[in-house]
């Protein structure tokens, strides 16, 4: 069974621009992931208002019987999350490496339109090859 199921990118305005599974399990059909998509851009954002510390990010991991879900959210908004097996470690990392990934391969790519679904080979490889590397590591351990 993989360690990672999903892979979602939202735009600051909470519209899904990317999403990729990587498990045979639990796969959503379209509808399904805009909606989880939208859901969690709201939960995020009530999070960060509701939050009785000041200069709360929002929900960073939320932890279920059967599944953990890690998010990081950018500077300017954009919200990258995993759905991966309950106790997986470094996902943080890992979705930092992601967003690295987006800034060299989607937002510098002259053809990408912001806030639009990313549709970039280069960035679909390179993800690939991290989200391998990160299976590897864990079988590793």
């Known amino acids: 069974m993989a360690a990672i199921y999903s892979l979602?990118?939202?735009?600051?305005?909470?519209g899904l621009i990317f999403c990729k599974d990587?498990?045979?399990a639990g796969k959503m059909d379209t509808n399904d992931s805009l909606r989880l998509a939208s859901?969690?851009?709201s939960m995020h954002?009530?999070?960060q208002q509701l939050s009785p510390v000041n200069g709360c990010a929002g929900i960073e991991l939320l932890q279920a019987d059967?599944?953990?879900?890690?998010?990081f959210q950018s500077l300017t908004g954009t919200k990258f999350f995993v759905v991966c097996e309950p106790g997986t470690l470094h996902m943080e990392s890992?979705?930092?490496?992601i967003y690295e990934l987006y800034t060299d391969y989607v937002l510098k790519n002259p053809?990408?339109?912001m806030e639009m679904p990313i549709r970039c080979e280069l960035f679909?490889?390179?993800l690939s090859q991290a989200i391998q590397k990160d299976r590897v590591a864990l079988l590793g351990r």
């Open 8 to 14: 979602y990118i939202i735009n600051k305005s909470g």
């Open 22 to 24: 990587y498990g045979s």
């Open 39 to 41: 859901l969690w851009h």
């Open 45 to 47: 954002a009530i999070s």
């Open 94 to 97: 890992l979705l930092k490496y």
């Open 111 to 113: 053809f990408y339109e």
């Open 66 to 71: 059967t599944f953990d879900l890690h998010c």
């Open 124 to 126: 679909d490889l390179n």
